[in-house]
């Protein structure tokens, strides 16, 4: 069975940094593309940031770009987040997506940022 | 403000069809395949619809999907109580180099 487990998310002040991280099992990890999508309170969905399954090709939004960095280790069956600088537009439940049609989702993990 | 349009909200009685339009451009829907998601309260969003008008395995086929040019919709036929829930179409967008998604639509059954 697929699964991907996020973790890592929390209470953080504005200008701070947090890692996410998002475990994944029951597939081949290594051979699938990977992303991050956000959702605000209330809000709709927005892509965050893309990689492929060698790290070959990394995509982000512009509203993240510079701030945030995505990577994986494929030997551990994970993928990463790494956000700095982090602002109150940020807040937002960050879910791990597979593939290019993210056909899974994990649960997401709640980021907050406020002062 | 959403680079892929959708109506904020749908409704429908139960047996009815309902549809949702995703309008884009060129360089989204235009050029490249069209997802749609389907989010229930409280939950992650499921995979609905891929490549424009393919079901994974388990999406009952009460849903479908298509795309003409620059848009593609949503139809949900037979509608049930389980299907209210807000709905997102996507696609990668050449020139921005990411994925964009509608601002969602929420279909409530009456």
């Known amino acids: 069975e697929v699964q991907l487990v996020e973790s890592g998310g929390g209470l953080v002040k504005p200008g701070g940094s947090l890692r996410l991280s998002c475990a994944a099992s029951g597939f081949t990890f290594s051979s699938y593309n990977m992303n991050w999508v956000r959702q605000a309170p209330g809000k709709g969905l927005e892509w965050v940031s893309s990689?492929?399954?060698?790290?070959?090709?990394?995509y982000y939004a512009d509203s993240v770009k510079g701030r945030f960095t995505v990577s994986r280790d494929n030997a551990k069956n994970s993928l990463y987040l790494q956000m700095n600088s982090l602002r109150a537009e940020d807040t937002a439940v960050y879910y791990c997506?597979?593939?290019?049609?993210?056909?899974?989702w994990g649960q997401g993990t709640l980021v907050t940022v406020s002062s | 403000q959403s680079v892929l349009t959708q109506p904020p909200s749908a409704s429908g009685t139960p047996g009815q069809r309902v549809t949702i339009s995703c309008s884009g451009s060129?360089?989204?829907?235009?050029?490249?395949?069209v997802n749609w998601y389907q989010q229930l309260p409280g939950t992650a969003p499921k995979l609905l619809i891929y490549s424009n008008n393919q079901r994974p395995s388990g999406v009952p086929d009460r849903f479908s999907g298509s795309r003409s040019g620059t848009s593609a919709s949503l139809a949900i036929s037979g509608l049930q109580s389980e299907d209210e829930a807000d709905y997102y179409c996507a696609a990668w967008d050449d020139s921005l180099s990411g994925r964009v998604f509608g601002g969602g639509t929420k279909v409530t059954v009456l």
């Open positions: 990689i492929s399954s060698s790290t070959s090709y990394i």
């Open positions: 060129s360089s989204n829907i235009g050029s490249n395949a």
């Open positions: 997506a597979r593939d290019n049609i993210w056909d899974y």
